[in-house]
């Protein structure tokens, strides 16, 4: 997933796929820690994708409050 694909979706469409990231990231942690994770470097993803819709979110937020 890359910036310019979130910075095409609307805010609520950024709120879902944040939960769906964080269900994600849950579900790994889990997996990791009964040590049935294979992929470790999906962690590693889904923590930077989660922050990157954060920053998208909030640069919205924050164009949407200068231009009030």
Same mark, same amino acid.
């Given at each position: 997933m890359n910036a310019k694909e979130l910075m095409d979706k609307t805010p609520d469409q950024l709120r879902e796929e944040l939960?769906? %990231?964080?269900?994600?990231?849950?579900?790994?942690?889990?997996q990791q820690a009964s040590g049935q %994770?294979?992929?470790t470097a999906r962690m590693r993803q889904v923590r930077r994708d989660v922050a990157r819709v954060n920053t998208i979110l909030n640069a919205k937020a924050a164009a949407a409050a200068a231009e009030a």
């Open positions: 939960v769906q %990231l964080k269900k994600e990231a849950f579900n790994l942690r889990f %994770l294979e992929n």
